[in-house]
């Protein structure tokens, strides 16, 4: 357990107890995940006391009152640690940065509580600091389970705090690579559409066919190369590959913007074309139509490190079949 004594200055006489906590001691509070609830919670069980003994929360303080503050160790989490391996591109006592591999749901959610990434990094990771009390990673942001690539987890509430900061104030440079169908008439562009859910399907996002409430999302994305298969039956059928740097962060919005533009990945079963498409005739590009999930690969993450602030970049290469893939549009 640890033990934090404050002392209350003239200008903090008057208030609540639990207000003291919130207000005054910010950074003890969010350390350890405590919500005004989760205090209120302490106090009752007699781990904050005010001068040597147990308070309530409403109680007024006076000047020159001591408070002390008994942080109990994190509960062991419900979820179970299991052996999945990971490819960890770095590690410290406050994150870990790990190459997903496709195919891993990244969170445990309703009927699926194992095969997890949190999982995985609870095994690889025995002695977590706590994120809310409970000793589970902090997962600040997610990938989709078919998308490759460069992914950071939190491993202190701290840390967990301070790097979801850094994403919503935008301060998270990404950059992804994906394999699309079509050949775009320009370079480079921006779509900059709001994504919400789909009016008729609740489990797909969109930005044409979206409900009223939608939220901003802008994805900036560039032209790396481009490929017409080998005996593709018309010279219109392309694949291209592209960079993509987003700006926001909503759900699937790669894959919305790319497949509103009219430009799907290759692979997407849910945003992807519902057919085939009738100019592969040919055994040189069936491997395209027979790709397993949606070509995406987060490639770069740039952050600054949650305790240091020192500037970070982690780069993943490719994930193997897409590698494959590339190579076969380029022979």
């Not at 952050?303 to 500037?311: D, I, K, S």
């Amino acid at each position: 357990m640890n033990l934090q004594r404050a002392v209350v200055h003239p200008q903090s006489a008057g208030i609540r107890l639990d207000l003291f906590l919130t207000r005054c001691l910010p950074d003890i509070m969010n350390r350890d995940g405590l919500s005004r609830s989760g205090i209120q919670k302490l106090i009752a069980a007699g781990q904050i006391t005010l001068n040597g003994k147990p308070a309530k929360a409403s109680a007024r303080l006076k000047t020159n009152d001591l408070v002390a503050i008994r942080s109990l160790p994190p509960k062991k989490s419900r979820l179970v640690a299991e052996p999945i391996a990971l490819n960890v591109l770095y590690e410290d006592d406050d994150c870990i940065v790990i190459n997903k591999a496709p195919g891993i749901v990244v969170h445990p959610a309703a009927g699926r509580t194992t095969g997890t990434l949190v999982n995985a990094i609870l095994h690889h990771c025995p002695d977590l600091q706590g994120i809310g009390g409970e000793s589970r990673p902090g997962i600040v942001h997610r990938l989709d389970k078919d998308t490759s690539g460069v992914m950071i987890i939190a491993k202190s509430m701290a840390a967990f705090q301070q790097l979801a900061r850094q994403f919503k104030e935008r301060r998270v440079k990404k950059e992804y690579l994906a394999l699309v169908l079509g050949r775009p008439k320009d370079a480079r562009g921006i779509i900059d559409r709001p994504i919400g859910r789909h009016r008729s399907d609740r489990k797909r996002m969109s930005s044409i066919h979206a409900l009223a409430r939608k939220r901003e999302a802008i994805t900036e994305w560039s032209v790396e190369r481009c490929f017409r298969p080998k005996n593709a039956a018309r010279d219109s059928y392309w694949v291209s590959l592209l960079r993509l740097r987003p700006r926001t962060g909503r759900t699937h919005q790669i894959r919305v913007h790319l497949a509103d533009l009219g430009y799907p990945l290759v692979g997407d079963k849910v945003y992807g074309r519902k057919r085939p498409n009738p100019t592969i005739k040919n055994a040189d590009v069936s491997s395209l139509g027979s790709f397993s999930r949606q070509a995406l690969h987060a490639e770069r993450l740039s952050l600054l490190h949650p305790r240091t602030g020192a500037p970070m970049e982690f780069y993943a290469p490719l994930a193997e079949d897409i590698e494959s893939l590339l190579k076969t549009l380029e022979d």
